[in-house]
């Protein structure tokens, strides 16, 4: 039968199912290449630099980092925010392009989520060590306690942020392993050794593919989508009032919740890019993650970037329309204060770099697209650090002004946060299907 | 392995499937179950199941988490339930009452969904039986992977004639039909057809082929494969499973009889291949019909 060919395949190669287990399956069932080895091994030095840093501060105490009393959240905040940032990426692929029935979501929807995952668990750890004491890192729980019962204080944005970055995580990781299910079922059925049935069996948790399975199964994997498409914009919403409920100028701001989120999303696209291409090309996946994958990537990185740019004019707008000194005060400083090459860093990697998506050769040249991916990384991280350090380190009173500049310690327990996010998508690229098989065998076209 | 008695069709595209889903459901047959490696889109309604009422469940769950956010909240920030013994929560002048319900919104918004979210989750896989560590009920350990499963309870042949399901499955583009016994073992004789492209389907597969050879015949034929495609030392071995219809089983199974290169597969004749399927016993047929041999010289050649 004819068909015009309005869109490009989605897959490309003509595959056939068989092809897709074979291609997929393929670092599962082998020996890791050398460059796997490779990657892995840098991977969790960094995360051993991790255990090292975060050992050291709790050893010594919080002094270790460059926080003081006037910015007393540095980078430990800025990476929180961050890694948050980049997980958004994955549920947008997988919920809301699921919603919008987006078929191209299907061969990068299982990376991104285990990057969402991932930079969740990393975002964690800032806020846990920040404490301080981090044993006792279970007290914002509302648990009973002690103290006659001291519940924990709900009118706080701080505890808005443990519940929603903990259903968030949890959400995310049911909706991932759902997913996984009948792909870990193939995998097990064709598995030749024995640990391998009996652990790929065992989270497979007796899959087998029935008419009547699968029927529920859609019905679950449209309401987890349904659910986590408020449930990711929330998260960055609450992150954002973090700052935005405060009354320090320049982060008191309604403009927060959807200019985080718009943030979030574009970070969380850089971050997909930079994997994804280095994924198709390291374990030959070039005809699953096309790019057209890639076009569409960048679309969405240029769309949201500039409206990432329009809310940092709209800031300076209502700053000085605003006609509050302070305010006018605190944006001038961020352009033009001490922490100035913090800022057009900012606004040159997120507004002004993206603009080049506008042209197809852009859109379409994977190293290039790789470069401008890393750029995205750096400006997004550059936009944290601005909103958190500027606003911190002049205060009302021009006694309490300070500098800040970060220690070692910090540098290296943000890289090893690095590492902890690469070990797992390395370890998770050697055991689990990085594309989602069963869906991928539905929008094959060239089924014989 | 499922512990019952099938009627299975096999295909290797959904849309022959559901065509004959369809057709057999015309003629009043019930389906007993379909296997999928992924899911076919209205196959779900053609077999006449019945939607779930999931979402009830999923819309209850969700209710509870918004109940227990608010009272959560309610019972920890304010003294409307009388829970202060020794610490009010006064924070900044904030109102103790009803009136500080705006700071409830995101906690409350967050726990409908964590509900909402593992309890659809739970419910799926009690509705499903699935478990952690449950042993699969397969029909065919290629059922999750590239081929699909149409399954048809013998009593339903009642209502339609052995030869009559037959025709019809195979005209839908069924590769097989097989049957299966109580024990889950494929029964011994094996109705097997060819799509109607080749010659018309001949019940081949006699007892004799899926009984054991003896060893006089396994040598037999090991040696013709030997004298045709010719030896070659295990290390130089290319990877089978990039030939489409190869998996590691499989891959092993050729090893195993002396099969290791591209160009070895590529030599196989006839007779050969008549030796391969009675010496692996593995789907028969096989070979010819995802053409190895051609695969095997475009592999070859890269």
Same mark, same amino acid.
């Given at each position: 039968m004819f068909e015009a060919q309005i869109r490009q395949p989605l897959?490309?190669?003509?595959?056939?199912?068989?092809?897709?287990?074979?291609?997929?399956?393929?670092?599962?069932?082998?020996?890791?290449?050398?460059?796997? $080895?490779?990657?892995?091994?840098?991977?969790?030095?960094?995360?051993?630099?991790m255990a090292l840093s975060l050992g050291w501060t709790v050893w010594e105490g919080i002094g270790t980092w460059g926080v003081n009393k006037t910015v007393m959240w540095g980078w430990?905040?800025?990476?929180?925010?961050?890694?948050?940032?980049?997980?958004?990426?994955?549920?947008?692929?997988?919920?809301i392009l699921l919603l919008f029935r987006q078929k191209w979501r299907m061969s990068i929807n299982r990376s991104a989520e285990a990057m969402t995952i991932f930079a969740v668990l990393c975002a964690a750890q800032f806020p846990l060590f920040h404490m301080g004491r981090v044993w006792l890192g279970y007290w914002p729980l509302p648990l009973p306690n002690a103290f006659g019962s001291l519940w924990v204080n709900f009118n706080s944005p701080l505890l808005w942020d443990v519940f929603a970055i903990s259903t968030y995580l949890s959400v995310s990781l049911l909706f991932w392993y759902l997913g996984l299910i009948p792909?870990?079922?193939?995998?097990?059925?064709?598995?030749?050794?024995?640990?391998?049935?009996?652990?790929?069996?065992?989270?497979?948790?007796? $899959?087998?593919?029935?008419?009547?399975? $699968?029927?529920?199964?859609?019905?679950?994997?449209?309401?987890?989508?349904?659910?986590?498409?408020?449930?990711?914009?929330?998260?960055?919403?609450?992150?954002?009032?973090?700052?935005?409920?405060s009354v320090i100028p320049g982060w008191h701001t309604t403009i927060f919740p959807p200019y985080f989120v718009a943030g979030a999303i574009f970070s969380g696209f850089g971050m997909v890019l930079t994997l994804l291409i280095i994924v198709r090309k390291v374990l030959n996946l070039e005809q699953y993650i096309t790019i057209g994958h890639l076009d569409a990537m960048t679309k969405v990185v240029m769309l949201t970037g500039s409206l990432v740019g329009v809310a940092y004019l709209t800031e300076f707008f209502i700053a000085a329309y605003s006609g509050v000194v302070y305010e006018q005060y605190a944006f001038l400083n961020r352009a033009f204060g001490p922490y100035w090459w913090a800022y057009w860093t900012m606004m040159s990697c997120n507004l002004l770099a993206p603009q080049v998506f506008w042209f197809k050769w852009a859109r379409t040249t994977p190293w290039f697209i790789f470069i401008l991916s890393i750029i995205v990384n750096i400006g997004m991280w550059f936009e944290r650090f601005v909103i958190i350090v500027t606003s911190l380190h002049r205060d009302y009173l021009t006694s309490s002004w300070a500098m800040y500049t970060a220690t070692l310690t910090e540098v290296a327990i943000f890289l090893g946060t690095m590492g902890l996010f690469f070990t797992c998508f390395f370890l998770f690229s050697k055991f689990l299907p990085v594309i989602n098989m069963s869906e991928v065998k539905s929008i094959i076209k060239s089924r014989e | 392995m499922l512990d019952k008695q099938l009627i299975l069709g096999v295909y290797d595209d959904g849309d022959k499937l559901l065509s004959s889903v369809k057709k057999l459901k015309k003629k009043g047959v019930e389906i007993f179950d379909c296997y999928t490696p992924y899911p076919v889109h209205h196959l779900d309604n053609e077999m006449g199941i019945k939607r779930s009422n999931l979402t009830v469940?999923?819309?209850?769950?969700?209710?509870?988490?918004?109940?227990?956010?608010?009272?959560?909240? &309610?019972?920890?920030?304010?003294?409307?339930?009388?829970? &202060?013994?020794?610490?009010?929560?006064?924070?900044?002048? %904030?109102?103790?009452?009803?009136?500080?319900?705006?700071?409830?919104?995101?906690?409350?918004?967050?726990?409908?969904?964590?509900?909402?979210?593992?309890?659809?989750?739970?419910l799926f896989f009690a509705k499903s039986e699935m478990i952690h560590g449950k042993i699969a009920q397969l029909v065919d350990p290629?059922?999750?992977?590239?081929?699909?499963?149409?399954?048809?309870?013998?009593?339903?042949?009642?209502?339609?004639?052995?030869? +009559?399901?037959d025709t019809l499955l195979n005209d839908n583009g069924a590769i097989e039909i097989r049957e299966r016994n109580m024990d889950g073992s494929d029964a011994e004789a094996v109705v097997h057809a060819e799509p109607a492209v080749e010659e018309a389907p001949v019940v081949e597969?006699?007892?004799?082929?899926?009984?054991?050879?003896?060893?006089?015949?396994?040598? +037999?034929?090991?040696?013709?494969?030997?004298?045709?495609?010719?030896?070659?030392?295990?290390?130089?071995?290319?990877?089978? %499973?990039?030939?489409s219809?190869?998996?590691?089983?499989?891959?092993?199974?050729?090893?195993?009889?002396?099969?290791?290169? &591209?160009?070895?597969?590529?030599?196989?004749?006839? +007779?050969?291949? %008549?030796?391969? +399927?009675?010496?692996?016993?593995?789907?028969?047929?096989?070979?010819?019909?995802?053409?190895?041999?051609?695969?095997?010289?475009n592999l070859m050649d890269k």
């Open positions: 897959v490309e190669g003509n595959k056939s199912i068989a092809d897709v287990s074979n291609d997929i399956c393929r670092p599962i069932e082998n020996k890791p290449t050398k460059l796997w $080895w490779l990657g892995f091994t840098i991977s969790f030095a960094f995360l051993l630099l430990d905040i800025t990476n929180f925010v961050f890694w948050v940032g980049i997980g958004h990426a994955g549920t947008l692929i997988s919920a792909d870990i079922a193939t995998v097990r059925d064709r598995a030749v050794s024995k640990a391998k049935k009996f652990w790929y069996g065992f989270f497979a948790m007796g $899959w087998n593919g029935s008419a009547r399975t $699968w029927h529920r199964y859609e019905i679950v994997a449209l309401i987890l989508a349904g659910v986590s498409t408020p449930l990711v914009l929330s998260v960055h919403t609450i992150v954002s009032m973090d700052f935005a409920t | 469940g999923a819309f209850i769950c969700g209710m509870v988490g918004f109940c227990s956010g608010l009272l959560l909240q &309610f019972y920890m920030m304010t003294n409307l339930l009388h829970t &202060f013994k020794s610490w009010p929560m006064i924070i900044g002048g %904030k109102p103790q009452d009803y009136g500080m319900w705006p700071s409830m919104v995101p906690v409350t918004f967050e726990l409908t969904i964590l509900f909402t979210a593992f309890g659809i989750g739970f290629r059922q999750t992977d590239d081929r699909l499963f149409l399954a048809v309870e013998p009593t339903e042949l009642s209502k339609i004639s052995r030869s +009559e399901l597969a006699s007892s004799q082929d899926e009984a054991d050879l003896s060893e006089d015949q396994k040598t +037999e034929k090991l040696s013709l494969l030997k004298s045709i495609v010719g030896e070659v030392a295990a290390d130089d071995k290319d990877d089978l %499973k990039k030939i219809g190869v998996g590691p089983v499989y891959e092993e199974k050729l090893n195993s009889i002396g099969i290791y290169t &591209f160009e070895q597969v590529s030599k196989l004749t006839p +007779e050969t291949i %008549k030796a391969i +399927e009675s010496l692996t016993k593995y789907f028969p047929g096989k070979i010819e019909r995802e053409d190895w041999i051609s695969q095997a010289k």
